[in-house]
């Protein structure tokens, strides 16, 4: 057995014992085939992680970068207290337009909002609203520019507000310093910021994502 199909199996299991059957994030993953969006979306037992680290950190203020069909928005927005509000940030207006129609399933509208454009200018954009900061922010658009969305999630934090990254192993690519894929690069470059900001402690964990050998970065502010 190689490594990655061990790690697929155990995956499977801890999600067979500890993340029940929902049909509300069965249909939205239904929903999202059959409006042929990529299967890009967090995992099951991933989703189930993102929704424990916002219940930890008792985010009441969540940012998401990069929204596809709202799966791992629906995870982390169920999290939320009554009166807290997620924000999640989408390019691909068809994308946007599924998330929202599933938001509405999950009976989430009332405390999501679907910005739709580029992430870069939508931060900038908040910036010139005056939005509040975030308890938590979940970094997974374009990985060439998550040195530019960590950047964008330091300014919209606070002590203590906890920023994760997807996608930081790459089928362990990431340590492949000659790699010429840009996702690789971004990743890496990630990491290196993260090393050289006082502002920030993080480390990462090796999860299975929906391509196989992965992860996330975790890192509080301080
Ligand atoms: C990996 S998927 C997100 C998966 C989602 N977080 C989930 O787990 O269900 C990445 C999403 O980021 C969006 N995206 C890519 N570039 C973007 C950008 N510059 N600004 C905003 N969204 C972007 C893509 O259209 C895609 O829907």
Redesign the pocket.
């Known amino acids: 057995m190689n490594q990655t199909s061990t790690w697929e199996k155990v995956d499977q299991y801890i999600t067979e014992r500890l993340v029940p059957y929902d049909a509300v994030l069965e249909n939205v993953l239904l929903a999202n085939q059959q409006a042929k969006?990529?299967a890009?979306?967090?995992t099951p037992n991933?989703?189930k992680l993102l929704n424990l680290l916002a219940q930890l950190q008792g985010a009441k203020r969540i940012l998401?970068?990069?929204?596809?069909?709202?799966?791992?928005?629906i995870w982390l927005a169920r999290a939320l207290p009554s009166g807290g509000q997620l924000v999640t940030?989408?390019?691909?207006p068809v994308?946007a337009r599924v998330a929202t129609a599933n938001i509405s399933l999950a009976q989430l509208s009332d405390r999501v909002e679907v910005r739709v454009?580029?992430?870069?200018d939508?931060l900038a954009q908040m910036d010139d609203e005056g939005v509040e900061p975030f308890d938590l922010i979940?970094i997974?658009?374009?990985k060439p520019?998550n040195p530019n969305y960590l950047k964008w999630a330091l300014h919209f934090s606070h002590p203590g507000t906890v920023i994760i990254g997807?996608?930081v192993i790459r089928e362990g690519e990431v340590i492949n310093e000659n790699s010429q894929d840009p996702r690789v690069q971004g990743v890496r470059q990630f990491y290196d910021l993260l090393a050289e900001e006082p502002k920030i402690d993080a480390t990462a964990i090796q999860t299975v994502g929906?391509k196989g050998y992965d992860g996330f970065v975790l890192g509080i502010v301080k």
């Open positions: 969006l990529p890009y979306d967090v991933q989703g998401e970068i990069g929204t596809l069909g709202g799966y791992s928005t940030l989408e390019l691909d994308h454009g580029d992430a870069l939508q979940f997974d658009a374009d520019n997807d996608n929906s």
